[in-house]
Every structure is written in C-alpha cells, then in structure tokens.
C-alpha cells in the first residue's frame, strides 16, 4: 500500500525553534520488568512505557505540559489502551539514548525507529508504519554546490558542510559515506534546519517529506536531492529488546498491519501535519 506521507515540521513556515522540547528533564523511569515476559510483563505492571525522542511530526512533545502527540505516540498510545489494556507513559529520550533505552529496560517501546541492519543486530523491531528516505536540503544560489550534482559524492568537497541531527538516521546513514566533507551534528532538526538557512551549513540530510514541507515554506532558495544511489530507504517502526517474544512482536505487527491498510495511519499522520502548521502560524 502506498502512503504518501506530507510530513511537517514544527513552526515550519516561521522557521522557528523547538530546541525546548528537547531538552526537557528527564522522567524517571519505573523499575523495569523483565524483556522475556513480553506484553503479560506490561500488564502486570500496569502501564506501557514508550521511549520517545522529538522528531515533528513522527513524536512531538509540548513544552509547557509535557504532553506527547505526533502519529508515533499515537499509535503507541493505541496499542497500549486498545490492545494491553493499560495506560501509556512517555519517557523522554533523545535519539542518541534511544537505543540503548530499550536495551537496558527503561522503556518497553522505542517510538519511531529506522529499521537499520545495525540496530537490528541490537534490538528487535516491529513492521514498519511508515517508509522513509534520505535526501539533501540546500540553498539553491549556493555558489559550493554543483549544478549537475547527483549524488552525495558530488557534494562531498572539503568546503561543504553537511548538517545531520545528531544520533538519527541520517547521521548513522550519512556520516561514514562522508569523506572529504565536514558533518555538523546538532541537538535537534530545528536547529539543523536554521544552520542551513543561516548558510552556517551548505546541506541538509533529512527524511525526504519533511524536506519537501521545509522546501513549500523556502520557496525564494531551498531545494533537494533525491541522490542517486539512494543513500538510505528503509522502513520506520517500532524497538523493542531484543528478549522480546516473537508472538508478543507478531501481535503489535498485527495491529501495525491493520492500522496501516485501513487508512489509520494516513489520518494519523495527517492530523499531526495539522497540529504542527497551527503551531507554526
């Protein structure tokens, strides 16, 4: 099935800051059940803990209440209530954490994972919600960039500076391919979204839809590249440990499969695009 996936970024037309959310205090985590004992664990412990990392509008985070949405919570919100029967709690997190969260117990569900062959050799994964694909965000003058470039390797000069949002994806994807460029890491996608608007960075590597919605807001000078080779396309699901049942992880598949073939992760996606443009007007 396809979902063309119209994903925003928050205060986006404004191209304003959210670094806030990021920073947020840590939740202490409840004392961890054990992996082996899949979802009859969580029961038994009341509540579904989700490992949850800002990224609008996969998981979004409001910095005054401390309230999670974004279609990710959501759909972790669901299977907790729907399914288990118990309430969720979000354990804030950042994207380099997130991983090892799930490894060590804090949370039983990392929310909007890659699903990369590395961490797979980590943690278990879920089927995918959604796809996903890395391209390149630049300022069209931009004298460095060339203009028959095509892939990556055309935009890997020494002069050329590479912005990724540190920990993610695209930094794991983006990072060892990079050879004579230099790779700014930053904290959080706003901020790696005004490097380059600030012409501190040359390139952005962010998933392909949020860079078409930064693109529809920057009209006057953003565009992308979809390179060629591909740098990364892969599916987006959930983490869970790597102890986890198989039937456990077969039952949220099922409830992933469904939710996606009747449309409800489409509605998802779209009512968190909503939430971040009406922020950002």
């Known amino acids: 099935m396809t979902h063309p996936l119209p994903f925003a970024l928050r205060r986006l037309a404004l191209g304003g800051l959210v670094a ?12 961890a059940q054990s992996p082996e004992e899949g979802w009859a664990g969580v029961q038994a412990a009341g509540k579904l803990r989700c490992g949850a990392a800002v990224f609008p509008p996969y998981v979004m985070r409001d910095p005054v209440t401390g309230d999670y949405s974004g279609f990710f919570a959501d759909l972790c919100r669901e299977f907790g209530e729907e399914v288990l029967n118990v309430p969720v709690e979000f354990v804030d997190t950042t994207w380099d954490n997130i991983v090892a969260g799930v490894q060590t117990g804090k949370w039983d569900l990392s929310l909007a994972l890659n699903r990369t062959p590395t961490r797979a050799l980590a943690i278990a994964f879920s089927d995918p919600a959604v796809p996903y694909e890395i391209t390149l965000l630049y300022n069209k003058d931009n004298p460095k960039i060339p203009a028959d470039a095509k892939g990556l390797a055309d935009l890997d000069k020494e002069d050329i500076t590479i912005a990724v949002v540190s920990g993610t994806a695209m930094d794991k994807s983006v990072s060892p ?4 460029a230099k790779v700014v890491r930053l904290p959080s996608s706003d901020e790696a979204r005004l490097a380059v608007m600030s012409r501190r960075a040359d390139v952005l590597a962010d998933p392909s839809d949020t860079n078409r919605l930064f693109i529809a807001a920057n009209k006057d000078w953003a565009v992308d590249l979809a390179p060629q080779p591909a740098i990364s396309k892969q599916g987006i699901g959930f983490g869970l440990n790597a102890a986890f049942p198989a039937k456990d992880i077969a039952a949220l598949n099922i409830f992933i499969e469904e939710k996606v073939e009747t449309g409800h992760v489409e509605a998802l996606v779209d009512k968190a695009v909503q939430e971040v443009l009406a922020e950002g007007q």
């Open 177 to 180: 391919l990079v050879k004579n």
């Open 20 to 31: 806030a959310a990021l920073v947020a205090p840590l939740a202490t985590p409840a004392a």
